[in-house]
Each structure stands twice: as structure tokens, then as C-alpha cells.
């Protein structure tokens, strides 16, 4: 498993993360283990969580960090991971609140620590933005939990990147604590237009720009493009499962299936399988980037990190893209 500084931090993660949207709750606390046990044994340490993870399913909430605190405290491990979570989420009850006020964040950080069973979180994201509300209120919010070691360090989820310019900006000029690092979504398929929801980002060719200027250190969500690299979709094919109709709405256009074949192409000819590729383009950025991989089967996981011994050349990078 290759690793990545992270910039502006004396993290050093790994290439593949650990995504846990549905741990203790699409994967039972057994099943969900056994998937921690053997990520950090093949050399994985960054596990990715968040306050609202399994709460849209309703029951239980907060279920995904409650089950990474029992097992952190069941094995004393810690020390061996970087932790990281979200808060600031708006409800889920439909309404358009936004929660980047300081007690909302406040409130969501402090739920988290107990739930994961910790006194500290390595990377905090903030899971949404407000564009309404100035940056510096929710830099000053967040610098307080620095200074008080509840936060070593500071992420933007869904964030655009003028926003995070513009936050780190003031920060910096203030000599408070600035982002480290953005969490988007981002993959090798081609994102049909308005196929995500509005108050999420993805990582278009302004953003990338940004992000090879900054060289700030992006955690790339749905990396695998819901298992559209995966052999089961293609042209005229699709896999008899509830989740097909959600990919099929975000990724199925002509520009995507040519770069499966690419990537068909490509993973034949090194050996590897079409989803370490799709991985591996991610890894190989010139900037640092972390794999968010959210596996189910420990047969998935297993092939996800082997994607974390693959580096892509140049050219490879730019033939996956444009042919």
C-alpha cells in the first residue's frame, strides 16, 4: 500500500481509504469488523465516517461512527488509524436549514467523539456548506475545537473551491486553522448533468486546476462510480440490483462507456483489475489523492487496496481520459 503526506499536517495516509456509509446498519457490527480488521492488516490506516451515516435509513442513528468506536475500543488501535468524520449536515426532515452555525458544529463534534469512543478527531470535514454565510464565522467556530485538541485537523466536504480559498484566506491572514483537504466526489466516469444534488461538488476541470495549484489533499467519494468500472454495466448491460437505476441516472452516457473500454483496455494489458484502475487514476494525480473506497464484501476490499501498490503513468492518465 503506497501513502501520501498529507500537506499542511503530519498525516500520512494511505492511498485507498475506507469509506463506512453502512456500517453497523447495510453491513451488520460482525460483518463491519471483520471489513476494519482486514483493511488495517492489509496496510489501510484512514477510515473515513460521518455524523449522519445511516440516519437516512432510518432506526438507530449515528450507527456507521457507534460501530468504529466499539471496534477501535475493542482493539485498542487508536493510534494505528487516522480518524476521520463529518458534522454540519442538514436534516433530513426536508426543510433547507442549514447547520454551519457554531453550535450546530459544536453539537455534531461532540456527539461524534462519544459515539467513536475518542477524545480527538485527526480530520474533521465539514459535511456541506452554507454560501450564505460568511467564512469567517465558521472558521472561527471550527479553530475553537482546534485549540481546545478535540480537531487536529480541518477538511471541507462538498465545498466549492472559491469557498475554500476564500476560507483559508482568512484564516491564514488571522493565523487560524486553514483546510487541509477536500472531500468531493470524484471518479473516472463522465457525471451526467444535474444528476447530483445541488449543495454537493464534483471535481470538474476548474476544480482539478485548483486543486493541482493548491496542492491541497482531496479524499475523492464515490471513487468507484457505484461499481460502474466493474464489468456488470457496459452497453445494453446492467446488473439485476436495486442500486442499478441510481448509476445508470448518473453515469450511463457515451462518454462514460468509452472510458470503461479504456479502462477495460488498460487492465487487461497490466494485468489488474478494470476497478484498480479506476482507483489507481485517482492515486496517480499529481496531487494527493485518497481513494474513498466503500466495499461491502471483503472480496472487494481485498481487490480495492491492491489498487494501492498501482501507480499510472502520464500517459496512461491522459489515454484513460481523452483516448
Wanted: net charge negative.
Amino acid at each position: 500500500m503506497r501513502f501520501r503526506e498529507l500537506p499542511g499536517t503530519d498525516l500520512e495516509s494511505a492511498v485507498i481509504g475506507l469509506g463506512t456509509v453502512g456500517f453497523g446498519s447495510k453491513q451488520d457490527e460482525e460483518s463491519s469488523f471483520a471489513l476494519l480488521d482486514r483493511y488495517v492488516e492489509l496496510g489501510g490506516n484512514f477510515i473515513d465516517t460521518a455524523n449522519i451515516y445511516a440516519d437516512f435509513l432510518g432506526g438507530e442513528k449515528g450507527l456507521s461512527e457507534k460501530t468504529i468506536g466499539r471496534w477501535l475500543s475493542s482493539r485498542g488501535s487508536r493510534s494505528d488509524v487516522i480518524l476521520s468524520t463529518k458534522g454540519a449536515h442538514p436534516p433530513f426532515d426536508g426543510s433547507s436549514r442549514k447547520r454551519l452555525d457554531a453550535a450546530s458544529i459544536a453539537s455534531d463534534l461532540h456527539e461524534s467523539l462519544e459515539r467513536l469512543q475518542t477524545d480527538r478527531i485527526d480530520l474533521y470535514f465539514l459535511h456541506r456548506d452554507d454560501p450564505d454565510m460568511e467564512v469567517r464565522n465558521i472558521m472561527d467556530a471550527l479553530h475553537e475545537h482546534v485549540a481546545a485538541g478535540e480537531i487536529r485537523y480541518i477538511g471541507a466536504s462538498n465545498w466549492k473551491p472559491a469557498r475554500i480559498e476564500e476560507a483559508n484566506r482568512y484564516a491564514r491572514e488571522i493565523g487560524k486553522t486553514p483546510f487541509v483537504a477536500s472531500q468531493p466526489h470524484w471518479n473516472l466516469a463522465s457525471l451526467n448533468p444535474g444528476a447530483m444534488a445541488e449543495d454537493m461538488t464534483a471535481v470538474d476541470d476548474e476544480a482539478y486546476a485548483y486543486y493541482v495549484g493548491a496542492g491541497l489533499a482531496v479524499f475523492a467519494y464515490s471513487s468507484q462510480a457505484g461499481g460502474f468500472f466493474s464489468g456488470r454495466y457496459g452497453r445494453g448491460t446492467r446488473p439485476d440490483s436495486g442500486s442499478a437505476g441510481h448509476v445508470e441516472k448518473m453515469y450511463a452516457n457515451e462518454e462514460s462507456y468509452r472510458r470503461l473500454e479504456r479502462v477495460q483496455e488498460l487492465a487487461a494489458e497490466l494485468g489488474v483489475s478494470p476497478s484498480q484502475v479506476t482507483l489507481a487514476y485517482l492515486t496517480s494525480q499529481p496531487f494527493p489523492v485518497i481513494a474513498l473506497a466503500g466495499v461491502t464484501k471483503l472480496a472487494y476490499l481485498e481487490d480495492s487496496c491492491k489498487a494501492g501498490d498501482l501507480k499510472l503513468t502520464d500517459e496512461q492518465l491522459s489515454y484513460l481520459v481523452n483516448g
